[in-house]
T-cell receptor
């Protein structure tokens, strides 16, 4: 149990375009999901906390107008990288929690050319 | 959440036990000690967690010092599939699910290499 999926697993896009990443909790409901970003050889950095039915809470230094988060249901949160640039290339990981523990998705590798 | 200190890297031989240390001298009384690991190009995976007593599960054992200022993750027989970055994370048991306090704060972790 407690499986989190992400789609797509990898994506390549051109600079200036937008990319949507989906995070789903497959066998539990999650009122809160978290979005992390990980650059090569670095640790995970929290970007934002996604709350079902309300606005996301962004960490300092993360542009909310660039990284749009929608948490439309108890099993789905989406992260849209708008007007992507090469510096947005990274590994994006979501997590969700049915209780105290957090379960992570497999990550989405974004490459912006 | 309090800070943890881990060695940057460790090496182990396959089928031998591995002891991964973590120092957390500023741990508070309500902090749980969590261990996650991240295999290459994958999301983190929960390993084990504990508060005061030593804990065992199918993946590993967690030995917690009596003063709780340090802990050790024990892999009883390392396999090649255990090669990963292991993160020791403290999280207060009293977290607000509606805010960022519920998230996990990742340090640099320990990169474990397993030699055949």
């Amino acid at each position: 149990g407690a499986v989190v999926s992400q789609h797509p697993s990898w994506v390549i896009c051109k600079s200036g375009t937008s990319v949507k990443i989906e995070c789903r909790s497959l066998d539990f409901q999650a009122t809160t999901m978290f979005w992390y970003r990980q650059f090569p050889k670095q640790s995970l950095m929290l970007m934002a906390t996604s709350n079902e039915g309300s606005k996301a809470t962004y960490e300092q230094g993360v542009e909310k107008d660039k990284f749009l988060i929608n948490h439309a249901s108890l099993t789905l949160s989406t992260l849209t990288v708008t007007s992507a640039h090469p510096e947005d290339s990274s590994f994006y990981i979501c997590s969700a929690s049915p209780n105290y523990e957090q379960y992570f998705g497999p990550g989405t590798r974004l490459t912006v050319t | 959440d309090a800070k943890t200190t881990q060695p940057n890297s460790m090496e182990s031989n396959e089928e031998e036990p591995v002891h991964l240390p973590c120092n957390h001298s500023t741990i508070s009384g309500t902090d749980y000690i969590h261990w996650y690991r991240q295999l290459p190009s994958q999301g983190p995976e929960y390993v084990i967690h504990g508060l005061t007593s030593n804990v065992n599960n199918r993946m590993a054992s967690l030995a917690i010092a009596e003063d709780r200022k340090s802990s050790t993750l024990i892999l009883h027989r390392a396999t090649l599939r255990d090669a990963a970055v292991y993160y020791c994370i403290l999280r207060d048991v009293m977290f607000d699910h509606g805010g960022s306090q519920g998230n996990l704060i990742f340090g640099k972790g320990t990169k474990l290499s397993v030699k055949p």
